[in-house]
């Protein structure tokens, strides 16, 4: 089965950035036909994603409140996919989760899969004020 490994997370200040890394492996289904996303969640506040590519077409998709601020992306070999995150705000604070679900981002991308993913393990974001 597929193993996400995200790294990147740390503490930062308003307005300052991060880059979010998530390493994939173990595919056995298309690699070219899942949809990658970005989860975060909050203390006390429900999981919600922030940012998702489609390895087929590199389409990408971002929640309102992210776009114009952070980029999703990935590499060629469909092995890695990246968050680069400025501008950040206190509000962005949470751990952040990498999810793998099989076909496109229609699903639609920013509800939360739950079993029906392949999860990493998380990586905090703190962004003081």
């Given at each position: 089965?597929?193993?996400?490994?995200?790294?990147?997370?740390?503490?930062?200040?308003?307005?300052?950035?991060?880059?979010?890394?998530?390493?994939?492996?173990?595919?056995?289904?298309?690699?070219?036909?899942y949809?990658?996303?970005?989860?975060?969640?909050?203390?006390?506040?429900?999981?919600?994603?922030?940012?998702?590519?489609?390895?087929?077409?590199?389409?990408?998709?971002?929640?309102?409140?992210?776009?114009?601020?952070?980029?999703?992306?990935?590499?060629?070999?469909?092995?890695?996919?990246?968050?680069?995150?400025n501008?950040?705000?206190?509000?962005?604070?949470?751990?952040?989760?990498?999810?793998?679900?099989?076909?496109?981002?229609?699903?639609?991308?920013?509800?939360?899969?739950?079993?029906?993913?392949?999860?990493?393990?998380?990586?905090?974001?703190?962004?003081s004020?």
């Open positions: 089965q597929v193993q996400l490994v995200e790294s990147g997370g740390g503490s930062v200040q308003a307005g300052g950035s991060l880059r979010l890394s998530c390493a994939a492996s173990g595919y056995t289904y298309r690699v070219y036909d949809c990658m996303g970005w989860f975060r969640q909050a203390p006390g506040k429900e999981r919600e994603g922030v940012a998702a590519v489609y390895t087929g077409s590199g389409s990408t998709h971002y929640a309102d409140s992210v776009k114009d601020r952070w980029t999703v992306s990935q590499d060629n070999s469909k092995t890695f996919m990246y968050l680069q995150m501008s950040l705000k206190p509000e962005d604070t949470a751990m952040y989760y990498c999810v793998a679900v099989k076909g496109t981002c229609g699903g639609p991308w920013w509800r939360d899969p739950g079993a029906g993913g392949y999860w990493g393990q998380g990586t905090q974001v703190t962004v004020s």
